[in-house]
């Protein structure tokens, strides 16, 4: 998504502006690893740990839209489809096949 002249920054905003992206990005990633990495200590069963992804997410995306922050900043939670479709949802489909060709496999030494 571009982002008009009028609202560019300077090149140094920029890129702190990607640097403070980034940061949350990595941020929000070892937070959900540690969330999951303590639900499943704790045995707490009732929230999975992709629920508690999302809901990290939710919060940190909903901060982000409540605060006063930069466009330039803004622009590095936007949804880009093109990278979904591409790269995200691939293997989400083809992830089911591989486990059932697995059974396939070793379905018959089952049998005998």
């Known amino acids: 998504m571009e982002i008009s002249t009028a609202e560019k920054g300077s090149p140094g905003q920029e890129q702190q502006a990607a640097g403070v992206g980034i940061l949350l990005q990595i941020m929000m990633l070892v937070l ?4 999951g990495h303590v639900l499943r200590r704790h045995k707490f069963y009732y929230l999975p740990e992709a ?4 809901l990290i997410g939710l919060i940190v ?9 930069e466009t ?5 939670f936007n949804f880009h489809e093109e990278f ?5 949802l691939p293997p989400i489909i083809l ?3 591989h486990l059932f ?3 396939l496999i070793c379905f018959p030494t089952f049998l005998f």
Do not use: C, E, M
Not at 61 to 69: E, H, K, Q, R, V
């Open 32 to 35: 959900s690893f540690v969330v």
């Open 51 to 54: 629920s508690a992804s999302l």
């Open 61 to 69: 995306g909903g901060l982000a839209n409540i605060s006063d922050t």
């Open 72 to 76: 330039s900043i803004r622009a590095w």
């Open 84 to 88: 979904f479709f591409l790269f995200l």
């Open 95 to 97: 992830y089911p096949l």
């Open 101 to 103: 060709r697995q059974l």
